[in-house]
């Protein structure tokens, strides 16, 4: 028998622990987030076992926080990189063994690469820039084309580093401990940028009131 | 709503053309688009390596293709230039410079397609004239089951090759009357061919040249209708002092 109380909260979000480091501790994401990594270890086991057959599941396990994150880095090239960044996934497992894939943190190994090829195609286009369209072909899609909402302008208020930050731990989900991975950098600096990122992302909403 | 919500609002679903590019690119699934032709509708499957399947556009053709070269097949906008080529190569019957994915085929088997792909629009050569080109004269029915399994149908034109005898034989895009309407679209009259086949004819020569031609050669068919010398084998038109044509090559 559940006590009442556990019924009771059982469909409604919790109240949320404001502990100023971000962390979401509502049992709906902490819920959400077992599913999602028991997913994720199944899925480190099947890619080993039969790469071909379990790719397309890691591809849909994974494109829309990719996308949704490389959408707010490289608005214009969200879509080309997140492509290509799954086929070069695909080239650099075919060439691992089991043991290894079975070893891989998919969640952040992914932005690894993606961020890895954001950073060349910003540089070469630095070197031959050409004109990026204010509407992209996919704009009908894009829940946001033209940042009506003006995210784009507020996260462009952030520090590179702090930007990152941000969107990999809040739009694409990606835990503390991944983010510190994935950019190479202390889990306290992490946490750090989070809590200073989202510090002037709240100081430019009051300013806009 | 505090900030970190609001940001995760911004998580948005991935545009289909994703996944589809993903597929393609790692060569998980091939492409395919709908093309008119002689016979009807067809699929043109193609992936990196270039085209890999010409078949029927019916509801089972997706099936029938992983069935046989296991992969995934999706519906896709063809590589850039690769459109007007794949017209221009179910329209002439031959590849041209479209690159074919011949990795389902055998060396042997690719060897032979591509001679078969030298064969004229509106012309036939036989089985055996095809294994005696690729070197290997006791070879004709491995061309025939070559034929069969040829992945490009219309672009590798394997309706222009007969069986040894001359009779039209088998096709294996729906079978010989598509072979026939195909043929005829090029100008070949099949029931002409079916008849010098039944007569056991093999070579058509000319008597003012003393040259002998396959029957559907271009210069077998400017040979007036007084002149033509009708021939069962090629010793026959040898014996008879016949030299064979330097286009059709006869045995």
Known sequence: MLPAGGLRNAGARPDRCETGSGRDTSYATIRANVGFYSLMHDLNHRLAANLDEAFPEFVSAMRDPLYSGMRRLQPHDAEDLTQEAFIRAYQALKTYDPDRIRALKLNGWIWTIALNLGRNHARNKARRPTPAPLLDRHGVTDPDPVDIHGWDRRLSGLSPVQRKTVILRFIVGLTNREISEVLDRPEGTVKADIHRGLQRLRKTMEEEQ | ?251
């Not at chain 2, 995934?72 to 690159?99: F, S, V």
């Not at chain 2, 002149?227 to 090629?234: L, S, T």
């Open chain 2, 1 to 251: 709503m505090n900030i970190e919500e609001r940001l995760a609002q911004l998580k948005t679903a991935a545009p289909d053309t994703i996944t589809e590019g993903v597929m393609l690119g790692t060569g998980l699934a091939d492409g395919y688009a709908v093309f008119d032709s002689p016979i009807g509708d067809v699929i043109v499957a193609f992936n990196l390596n270039g085209v890999s399947a010409v078949d029927i556009a019916d509801s089972r053709a997706g099936d029938r293709f992983t069935g046989r070269f296991h992969r995934k097949i999706i519906q896709a906008e063809p590589p850039r230039g690769w459109t007007d080529g794949i017209r221009r190569a179910i329209e002439r019957g031959k590849p041209g410079t479209l690159p074919i994915d011949f990795r389902s085929v055998t060396d042997f088997q690719r060897q032979v397609l591509e001679e078969a792909a030298r064969i004229p629009k509106g012309q036939v050569r036989p089985y055996l004239w095809l294994a005696q080109h690729v070197g290997r004269p006791n070879a004709a029915r491995a061309v025939g089951s070559t034929m069969a399994r040829n992945p490009v149908p219309l672009i590798v034109p394997c309706h222009r090759v007969v069986r040894s005898d001359g009779h039209i034989g088998e096709y294996s895009l729906g079978g010989p009357h598509q072979k026939r309407t195909l043929l005829e679209h090029e100008g070949i009259n099949p029931d002409l061919l079916e008849q010098l086949a039944r007569r056991r004819v093999r070579f058509i020569g000319s008597d003012t040249t003393h040259i002998f031609c396959q029957p559907t050669c271009s210069n077998a068919r400017r040979i007036t209708a007084n002149h033509r010398v009708e021939f069962h084998a090629g010793g026959q038109a040898a014996d008879a002092g016949y030299r064979p044509c330097k286009v059709c090559q006869p045995a």
